[in-house]
Each structure stands twice: as structure tokens, then as C-alpha cells.
């Protein structure tokens, strides 16, 4: 049974609109979306008051559901800096610059590194790590530091960044914003994933060989900031670092197998993850710092939720907005919806089947072009709410689950805003390398574009 789509709907779906134009014009969007909660609440409220509380309630509502993402991705940053004043890191990394001997190992080792470690760490704090011990040894044997750069920004905040597989912060936001379980989003999007990685770092990797052999681009050994030894006496010892440097590793291998047996999936898996790196937080400072470690678990806890916060600072208010298309709206503003209804965004994907023909081609494209508008921030997470919601849209309107849709619109938006298109999103990857960023990200566009399309493709046979 359809409900009669009314005020509310109206208002919530010319927001949507809005929120997508303000991305387009490459505007912030959190004024859009405390705007258009407000709106929701005085309509549904009929009173100023109540529209008030609700941007608050709402904000509260988007923390609360996103506040084991945040405290994940804290963690893990945490911990990476405790690695890396231990010296832990860069000997975990060490022993693949002996696998580096030509331009084109240096190129596929890089990425694959790159992948692995930002799976586990997230891209931000892996840059540095993988920059400083492997930049120099690609630079020597022939491959220029804009292919180092492309390689860490495609494997990483491409292939690692938008599966998102073991923090699970990606699928988390967009599976909130679908209704669906996480595991279903991870699930779906795993072949996209793929395909889009393969493609993109292939053509990638046969335009950055074609441009070497017309020495179009030419490695230069240099001395940077990012490739100087440090000097500085370490907090622990060689062998200590060894022995930490597979503890390390081994540990997470062992939550993934416990992963595997148990079948935790979301919340149970992240929590696994996040324990896990709170223990080896705490036990490497106790070994590192001896009387000092007590001080320097909380300093590295504040680094750690200082960075999940400034990441995750844009995407509570339009987490907050999208929210309301679903369970939100009862917990933010009560049973104020019409008694037939489904909840927002299901009743304009039921209105929206009955008013056009759609189809899987047609929904796999436009979740693709949402996803990208949603990118073009730079964040690549501030917006994948919106193709949560809109991907709730289509599936409704097509009968169909909307994990594939929803997991395209995702891969979408990180590839382009996460770190590969965005000239002011490759800015890490760029600095480590001493290149310019525009040029990266030109780099980037042809590779990015056509794994897109070819994705695009494959999605709609898998709607």
C-alpha cells in the first residue's frame, strides 16, 4: 500500500536536491543539513521549539550511530603513533624493499603494501609509513616519485579506502543510511571493489610505463622530509622491534581468522579490531616508556580521537539529515509520520516506481554519478549517507535489495573525494612524494574515470 506523498516528503526530497547541488558547487553542506532538519521538525512539530531540539536530538541520533566508527578509526590512529615512535612501522615494512628491484615491482609492491596497511591503519596514517621506508628504494630503481604517489593513492584511498573491509567504517555509514545490515553492504561490495581495482590500477600502471619509456616522466632521487633516517635513538630495541614487527601483524591475521570462525560481522568484528589495537597500544607504550607510558597511552588516545573527530566533524550533520529518511525520524521527532507510512525515503521510492520506469541500468548510474558529486568535497565520507539513501530509493522503486546499489554509489564516492580526484584530498600522498597535487590527480582522472564506467557496468548485471 502506498502512502500519498505530502509535506514532509516535498520537503526532505527538495533537501536531497539541494544537498547535491551545494556538493556540485563544491559548497559545505552543513548549513543545508541543520536547515533542512529544522524544516522536518517544524513541520512535524508545528512549533520552533520542537524544531530546535531536533537539529540537537539529531546531532546526538548521528553520534550515537556513528560513535563506534569514530572511535575505531581513533584507535587505529592511535596506535599507528605509538608504531611509529617505536620504530615498529617502519621495520614492519622493511623486508618488501627487498622484493623492489625494477620500476614495475616497485609499482605493484608499493600499491599492494599501501592496500594492505591502510585495511588495517586506514590510508591517512599509512602514507607516511609507506612513503618514508619505500620512496627512496622505488626512486633508485627507476620508478618517478608521481607513479609512487599514484600507486599509494589507488591501492590505498582507492581499493583499501572505499571496501573498507576490516574497519568497516565506509559500509557502516552507508549501510545506516540504506537500512540494511552491514555485512550485506561489505558483501555486495567486494566483486565492484575488485573489478574497479583492477581496472584502475592496470591502466594506471600502462600510462605511467608508456610515459617512462618516452621519458615523459623520470625518477630523481631526493631528499625530503619524508625520506630523511631519523637519528634519534630508539625507544626500544632492534630486536624488540623485530619481534613486535610480526607480533604486530600475527595479532590482526589472528581477528581475522576469529572473524572467519565465529562469523562476526559489523559491530562484533569492529569491536574485535579495535580491542585488539587498544591492547597493543597499551602494551608498547608500557614497554616504550616505562614511567612516562601511563601519560603517553592518553596523549596518543587524544591524537587519535583529535583525528576521528576532525574527520568525522562534516558528516554528523548530514548523517543527522539522512537519518531522518529511515528509524531516525522516530527517534528524533516521534510517531509524527502519516500511520500508512514506511518512512520517508521508502515512501518516495514506492511513489517514485509508480511515476517512472526505472531499471537497474538507470539506477546503477545515477547512484555512480551521486556518489561522485558526493566526492567532490574532498572528504569522499561526508557524503556516502546520500548514497546509502538514495540507493534505498531505487531499490524500493525496483523491488531489489539496495546493498549492490548502495555499495556503488559508496565505491563512487571515496574513489573520487577519498583521495585520488581531488586535488586537495591527495595533498598526504603528494607531499611525501614532493609532487604537485593537481598533477596527481590528473594523473589519477583517466584510470578513475574508466574503472567507473567499467564498474558501472558490472553493477547493473548485479542489481
Known sequence: MMVELGALHWVYLSFIVAIIAFMIMRKDT???????????????????????????????????????????????????????????????????????????????????????????????????????????????????????????????????????????????????????????VITASVPLVIVMGVVTTVIAFILLIRDIKRKKLVAVTVESGGTKEDNSPSLISKRAQVILAILVPALFIMDLLIMVVLKLQGGDATALIGGTAVLILVGISLLAHKDRALGKITEHLIEGLQFGFRVFGPVIPIAAFFYLGDAGFLSIFGNLLPATSQGLVNDIGLALAHAVPLNSVIGAVTLTIVGAITGLDGSGFSGISLAGSVGKVFAVALETSPATLTAMGQISAIWVGGGTLIPWAVIPAAAICEVDPFELARRNLIPVIIGLAVTTVVAMFLI
Open 30 to 184: 552543513s548549513f543545508v543539513c541543520i536547515i533542512g532538519i529544522a524544516a522536518l521538525g517544524l513541520l512535524a512539530t508545528r512549533s520552533i521549539s520542537g524544531a530546535a531540539m531536533g537539529i540537537f536530538n539529531g546531532f546526538a541520533y548521528a553520534i550515537t550511530e556513528l560513535l563506534g566508527t569514530i572511535l575505531i578509526i581513533s584507535i587505529i590512529v592511535a596506535m599507528s603513533k605509538v608504531l611509529a615512535d617505536t620504530g615498529v612501522n617502519g621495520v614492519m615494512v622493511a623486508p618488501f624493499t627487498k622484493l623492489i628491484r625494477t620500476p614495475t615491482l616497485a609499482y605493484w609492491v608499493i600499491g599492494i603494501v599501501m592496500m594492505i596497511i591502510s585495511w588495517f591503519f586506514w590510508p591517512s596514517p599509512a602514507v607516511p609509513l609507506v612513503g618514508a621506508i619505500l620512496l627512496p628504494v622505488a626512486l633508485k630503481v627507476g620508478l618517478p616519485a608521481l607513479g609512487i604517489a599514484v600507486a599509494m593513492n589507488l591501492f590505498g584511498h582507492g581499493i583499501a579506502l572505499s571496501g573498507d573491509f576490516i574497519i568497516q567504517g565506509a559500509p557502516k555509514l552507508t549501510a545506516d543510511a540504506a537500512g540494511i545490515p552491514v555485512g550485506e
